[in-house]
Nanobody, 121 residues
């Protein structure tokens, strides 16, 4: 079992930055791919970014590529999402997730409770 807790959300103006953190507890995540997803009101949850176990492979949704960066520190059981040049359309609840094996946009078994990001125009 893996428990995930997100933090770092908040209110920011358009063009600003936020850094989300995801703390894992329970079993180690060093063999897991980690991902960030988001869900805006009235919309389905969507993929944002993912990183493989070593941090050597990443994947980003097209609309965040170049603005967001996913990283991880396995020794600390931490995953981060650095979000720059934020836009109002980035407003959503952001979720951290874990899956065994390789980087993918689907098949995540463990999920956090989410942290809210609100970008004002």
């Amino acid at each position: 079992q893996v428990q995930l807790v997100e933090s770092g959300g908040g209110l920011v103006q358009a063009g600003g930055s936020l850094r989300l953190s995801c703390a894992a507890s329970g079993r180690a995540i060093s063999d897991s791919a980690m991902g960030w997803f988001r869900q805006a009101p009235g919309k389905e949850r969507e993929f944002v970014a993912a990183i493989n176990w070593s941090g050597g492979t990443t994947d980003y949704a097209n609309d965040v590529k170049g603005r967001f960066t996913i990283t991880r520190e396995n020794a600390k059981k931490m995953v981060y999402l650095q979000m720059n040049s934020l836009k109002p359309e980035d407003t959503a609840a952001y979720y951290c997730a874990a899956r065994l094996g390789y980087v993918d946009r689907n098949g995540y078994r463990y999920w956090g409770q989410g942290t809210q990001v609100t970008v004002s125009s």
